[in-house]
């Protein structure tokens, strides 16, 4: 038992045998959209968590890890990023990190869900405060539908923010889904995307992998970080192109003109240094 | 309230707010040693736990994390580590790690409670396949006591692999003990320490870093790595020397005669590559 003089959010994540857990205060928000329902909790130490049908979604204190880590080295990889495509990312805190790149002209985001935004706005304010910059546009749409209908070659970067792949995400993990994104991205664009635990689900990391390659994502990179309301606490971002994808372009990351918390050159080169345990299985996709 | 129809091992750090949970089968061992009570539980998807006083210690499923962790960075970064020394390191993984090296000349290992490693040898016999190297003394004493008496340049490298900084490990935080290590380590000795988490226990870091310094360890290096058992699933350990420390020895590492599922030299720099919010904090300490 978790002692029971605190009021505890809980996350079992069974299937891996684990569970985390956040003592918190009170419940601040609560809406059930058309998709899922969203909670906003005050904890004790970890600031407001924002939970999606019961699984911890960002704390106001751990959440850098993963909003840089899902943009910096994306944007610090392809040599040129003026256009880019959010999918999912409706707390707006990607949206954030991206538009600190002065070379960003247009940030497009497409979140299903306005819930998640307007919980966000209330209770997140520092990630939404670059959401009136007018190189953002947000909207309320299936991600899918967007990339789908998408002119072909209008983006340079595509960001796949997204719930696990389970429910409303589960199509943004799919073959059909990879192939829109290709076309969708422009000469050397490139695609990142959440990837889960390397160590909870790294058969789940290397199907990505199969389908993106199949999709003609032939060109992939791994990254691997730390992120403890995650379960296990440590988690990942997968980039894949049609195109070789070149090495981080440290000069201009190193003269990033933003203060960071986690992102620097050479957290982007640790990232990418793969445990074996995870290389030899992804070594192994490319083999098939 | 966890899933009710599971038995939950659970380890709250309610001063950081959070908890981390394991589904559990059933107590495979129970001692209360002199020093504090060692358990082990079978889990369903981490294979064993042990725990002291409580406190989840190992996995059979991801403790070659921190043991990796805490052996090859710094046994690839001592110019020619012949005679180490582990201090606590009871279950014996560090120990086999360390072992692994064909250089190292001689391992004595002194944890303070046998206990724990009549426990691991029970249920982690993988962590314990070279206990009976040649190489290897293990005794069951003061470790404190042992370093404060040990004949002044008689250690390459001196790996502290403690319990946290309460009850029989604290002194092993302390300055006493790290001048008493550094008139025991020879000519570019090197002492590593596990040094907590960075998200968690950052002023511990930076007061580690302190002490070190004080006691004549003028030279640190600190690396992190993930470790989901252990609170918020990220990890610290600390190298400290009185000469400059080195670059890591990448040709040797790479060319390293064993199998590893966490440590390259990819994994090693990564783990150097310290985020902002920790390198701007132990950067003020050496200004202090």
């Given at each position: 038992m978790l002692p029971s003089d605190k009021k505890w959010f809980n996350e079992a994540t069974l299937e891996c045998g684990s569970a985390f857990s956040l003592t918190i205060t009170e419940k601040l928000f609560e809406e059930q959209s058309p998709f899922q329902k969203v909670e906003v909790f005050a904890t004790e130490k970890f600031g407001n968590l924002m939970t999606i049908d019961g699984l911890a979604m960002l704390t106001t204190r751990d959440n850098f890890l993963y909003h840089e880590m899902m943009s910096h080295p994306v944007l610090y990889t392809h040599p040129a990023p003026k256009r880019v495509l959010i999918i999912?990312?409706?707390?707006?805190g990607t949206l954030h990190e991206v538009l600190r790149h002065p070379e960003v002209e247009q940030v497009t985001q497409i979140d299903i869900d306005e819930v998640v935004t307007k919980a966000s706005r209330l209770f997140f304010p520092e990630l939404c405060e670059?959401?009136?910059?007018?190189r953002a546009t947000l909207r309320f749409e299936d991600g899918l539908k967007w990339v789908k209908e998408a002119a072909p070659g209008s983006y340079d970067v595509i960001i796949v923010d997204s719930t696990d792949p389970i429910g409303p995400a589960e199509g943004l993990f799919g073959e059909a889904f990879y192939r829109d994104c290709a076309a969708a991205l422009g000469e050397n664009g490139i695609l990142v995307q959440q990837s889960e635990s390397p160590l909870y689900h790294l058969e789940l990391l290397c199907e990505m992998n199969r389908f993106m390659g199949r999709a003609g994502l032939g060109h992939r990179q791994t990254l691997h970080f730390p992120q403890p309301v995650y379960p296990s606490g440590w988690w990942s971002c997968t980039m894949a192109s049609r195109s070789p994808i070149g090495a981080p372009r440290d000069e201009a990351a190193a003269a990033r003109p933003f203060d960071t918390l986690y992102y620097t050159p050479g957290t982007h080169h640790g990232g990418l240094a793969l445990p074996p345990f995870v290389s030899r299985a992804l070594a192994a996709v490319y083999e098939e």
């Open positions: 999912g990312g409706g707390d707006c670059s959401n009136d910059d007018p």
